[in-house]
Nanobody
C-alpha cells in the first residue's frame, strides 16, 4: 500500500510564507509527476502546481511568481514553497502523485489527506 503524508499547513497573515511537504511511502516502484491541488470554500479542486520526474514545472496563473514546487526523488518528497500569501489562497491543499507500485502494471493516482492553509487579511 502507498501513503502520501502531508505537513506544513497552518494559519498565516497576508504577505507571509508557508512550506508544504508531502512524502510518499510504501511499496513504490517508481513515481511520476507529483503535484499540489487545492480546494477553497465553495470552490472546485484546482491544480496549483506540478513537477515531472525530470523537474519540469507547471503552475496555475494565480500562483506564478509566488509559489515554487520542487521534489527530492531520493526522499520521494514533493514541496510547495508559498510566498506572498493572500486570503484567496485559503484552501485545503492536497498532494497528488502518479505512482507505480510494486506488482502493478501502470501508474495510478494517489492523494494525500489534505492540509489546511488559512491566510488572514
Amino acid at each position: 500500500q502507498v501513503q502520501l503524508v502531508e505537513s506544513g499547513g497552518g494559519l498565516v497573515q497576508a504577505g507571509g510564507s508557508l512550506r508544504l511537504s508531502c512524502a510518499a511511502n510504501g511499496s513504490i516502484w517508481s513515481i511520476g509527476t507529483m503535484g499540489w491541488w487545492r480546494q477553497g470554500p465553495g470552490k472546485q479542486r484546482e491544480l496549483v502546481a506540478s513537477i515531472t520526474t525530470g523537474g519540469s514545472t507547471n503552475y496555475a496563473d494565480s500562483v506564478k511568481g509566488r509559489f515554487t514546487i520542487s521534489r527530492d526523488n531520493v526522499k520521494t518528497t514533493v514541496y510547495l514553497q508559498m510566498s506572498t500569501l493572500q486570503p484567496e489562497d485559503t484552501a485545503v491543499y492536497y498532494c497528488n502523485a502518479k505512482i507505480w507500485t510494486i506488482g502493478s502494471s501502470t501508474f495510478n493516482d494517489y492523494w494525500g489527506q489534505g492540509t489546511q492553509v488559512t491566510v488572514s487579511s
